[in-house]
């Protein structure tokens, strides 16, 4: 079976935020040896471990973590999932170099368009590079503890590698990665075209992330609210025509059932509303600057997204 995994790979997570917490454990409780990055946080995760408080898997625990301050103590590991931010990119290829084994995948589980390009050349080509797209309600609350409200599905696309002319052997690769999640008692599933997945995501990325910052407002009151909803269905049709403008097409259904999808959820406020109150940079670039020039190149312009891109910037500079 392509999917099949015929010995236990060793996993390295880089990145241990909400993201890179939440996949980490899940993986690691059901039985991978799974190997921790972390900074700021790793004398808190060594002494307390991980806590993960899930709304559907329930209270979940690590304790002990294979924590690591420094990369250069980690072992070689064949699956590296990077959960760190975007704009963190390439300074992070030396790091996943160093820990990466021979033939290693590297998935990044990250927002955005093109994220994986500008790290890709700075990798040995002998490294596999996947994206991945989490779809997924999850944020920090502590040092080591993860808050999980809902979804929790990634699914993978390869990017460049060794196997990039080969599509039997692209294909067993990201299906082993979504074999991995599936012992987890994770939802994954391999996509054919990562860069159109990648357009998918930013139907629910672009309005939500940035009307949280700018607006100061969970889904829950954006939802309620008649303007906001108008605002959003408006940016997620500005989405769907850049997608299509550059070839990829999305059914207009899709962004309805994000919208619909949303007005279900417990309030939530997104990754970049968190990155915003911590005084962290927003992830402007992958979610807001490229699509919106990978469209003026295809000539579509799109109004509403620009001027979002335009608030969001002089937000990130006054907030820095």
Sequence with gaps: MSGAITQSPRIGIIGTGAIGGFYGLMLARAGFDVHFLL?????????RGLQLNSAVHGALSLNPVQAYANAADMPPCDWLLVGTKTTGNVELAPTIAQVAAPDAKVVLLQNGLDV??????????????????????????????????????????????????????????????????????????AMPNLHQARWHKLVWNVPYNGLSV????????????????????ALMAEVVQGARACGHEIAASYAEQMFTMTESLTDYWPSMY???????????AAIYARPLAAARAAGCELPRMQALYQALSFIDRRNS
């Design 214 to 233: 700018l607006l100061g407002a969970g889904t829950t009151a954006l939802m309620a609210d008649e303007s906001s909803r108008e605002l959003i269905q």
């Design 39 to 47: 900074r700021s946080e790793y004398a808190a995760v060594s002494d």
């Design 116 to 189: 994986e390009d500008s790290l890709r050349e700075h990798l040995p080509d002998s490294l596999h590079l996947l994206g991945g797209l989490c779809y997924i309600c999850v944020h920090r609350s502590g040092p080591g503890v993860v808050e999980h409200q809902a979804m929790g599905r990634v699914n993978l696309g390869y990017h460049s590698g060794t196997a990039a002319n080969d599509e039997v052997r692209r294909q067993a690769i990201v299906e082993e990665g979504a074999a991995l999640f599936h012992q987890a008692g994770i939802d994954s599933q």
């Design 274 to 284: 968190h990155d915003y109150l911590h005084k962290r940079p927003l992830e402007l």
